[in-house]
């Protein structure tokens, strides 16, 4: 099978561009990378991936020059040498002494993806794929978004010329990701619907050749997103001289999931990572958005679609997860799982992770309510190393950080009155 852990390094087919090409999941159909624009399989619709047919090592990601060109210093992970760049990834890598110690573990590190330029994860995905959106000469771009998707597109397509088109669900998106998606120029089409329709409809313009599609369904913004995994990996060497037992992050479309999964593969077809290393992937979605959870708790292989979701952690308000192939053995082959965690969990881990001074958004905080959830139930153990993913930042949805937070106190103007009150 593709997917599994132990497959071996492929061999280029005679579509392979400079030795990258793109292959199906499903029936191991391949196709010229950069030759026509395609989402999925034309023989069965299946997702794809990228493959190279040299996969780098630690080594090689060392000899990068300069440390702190983020995402590109693992440009031979990557399908181009270059990308349309804002100075994406090499994100903070916090401890948490407070936090691990209450939660009695190890280690326990927090990789603080709300530190990118537009405040999430989005932006490794987009500095990728623009740049091969840019390489097959199209002109408009357009994804459906819970926010920080749009986020991610509308700055990375205007910084690369392009025309950027977004579809949000009316109502459901939080104040800053708007906010973005407007300023830095994005037409954003609001739907009433869901993002899983939004999703739809942008799937079937994409099919018509209205616009680009930057959704994680396109295999190659998963790549960027790859080197969340190889900055925990290189980060956990560097500390404690070995490879995380556990990395925990939240679900939505499991793009991520996927591309950690992608990430620790191909580590150990190039020789660089043991299949007994790899870290455990867990996925956390909120109780009211749970598909994957659900295809996890019942050894299902296919994920069944909810079609009302709900949740305060807008960014995985997701009933559809498109990359659940791609997940799903990621989750099962590392020996992981799937939990879901309520609301008021992601709103108290959103306050502890701010107690520790990492201002997070609810649903990156979905990743430490997990934790929590089964270090509890002893599934995760006190030996363990852990990583937890934050994927956006506090202000992102400033609304949800003034709900958890603490209300403001009315003082008079006069500093009599103010030491009165105190
Ligand atoms: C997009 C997003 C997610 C979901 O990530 P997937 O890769 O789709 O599972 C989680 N948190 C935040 C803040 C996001 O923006
Ligand atoms: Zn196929």
């Not at 090499?90 to 948490?96: G, N, S």
């Not at 091969?132 to 010329?161: F, I, K, M, P, Q």
């Not at 909810?306 to 099962?332: H, Q, S």
Request: hydrophobic letters at 40%; a negative charge; proline letters at 6%.
């Amino acid at each position: 099978m593709s997917l599994s852990l132990s497959a071996d390094q492929p061999a280029a087919p005679a579509d392979a561009e400079d030795g990258v090409w793109l292959e199906c999941i499903e029936c191991g159909e391949t196709f010229a990378p950069f030759a026509d624009v395609r989402y999925t399989c034309d023989e069965c619709d299946g997702l794809l991936e990228v493959r190279y047919d040299d996969l780098p090592t630690f080594e090689d990601f060392a000899a990068a020059a300069d440390p702190d060109q983020g995402v590109w210093r693992y440009a031979d992970a990557l399908p181009l040498p270059s990308g349309v760049s804002i100075q994406e990834g090499a994100t903070p890598l916090y401890d948490v002494p407070s936090l691990e110690a209450d939660l009695g573990l190890e280690a326990l590190r927090i990789k603080h993806e709300g530190m990118n330029p537009t405040g999430s994860f989005k932006d490794r995905g987009m500095t990728v794929g623009v740049a091969v959106a840019r390489e097959l000469g199209v002109d408009r771009l357009a994804c459906a978004s819970t926010g920080n998707t749009s986020a991610a597109l509308a700055a990375y397509g205007s910084r690369g010329g392009m025309e950027t088109l977004v579809l949000l669900p009316a109502g459901k998106v939080a104040a800053g990701k708007v906010a973005q998606a407007s300023l830095h120029g994005a037409r954003i089409l609001e739907v009433d619907g869901n993002f899983d329709a939004c999703l739809d409809i942008v799937q079937e313009l994409a099919g018509q050749g209205e616009a680009y599609l930057l959704n994680s369904l396109n295999p190659f913004r998963l790549e960027g997103q790859k080197t969340i995994g190889l900055e925990i990996l290189e980060g956990f060497l560097a500390d404690y001289d070995t490879v995380p037992d556990r990395i925990v992050l939240p679900v939505g479309n499991a793009g991520n999931t996927s591309a950690l999964y992608k990430a620790f593969r191909e580590l150990v077809q190039a020789g660089a990572l043991e299949e007994d290393e790899v870290p455990k992937l867990v996925g956390v979605q909120a109780e009211g958005a749970a598909p994957m959870v659900e295809a996890i708790e019942n050894g299902a292989d296919e994920v069944r679609r909810w079609d009302d979701v709900e949740t305060r952690a807008t960014a995985i308000r997701i009933g559809n997860p498109v990359n659940a192939p791609k997940a799903l053995p990621g989750i099962r082959e590392t020996g992981g799982t799937a939990i879901s965690v309520t609301d008021e969990e992601i709103t108290d881990a959103q306050r502890d992770l701010a107690g520790e001074g990492i201002g997070v958004e609810p649903a990156s905080a979905a990743s430490v309510a997990g934790l929590r959830k089964l270090r509890e139930e002893g599934i995760v153990t006190e030996d363990e190393r852990v990583a937890c993913l934050t994927t956006g930042h506090l202000l992102k949805d400033p609304d949800a950080a003034a709900a958890a937070g603490r209300e403001p106190e009315p003082v008079p103007a006069e500093t009599a009155g103010v030491l009165d009150h105190l």
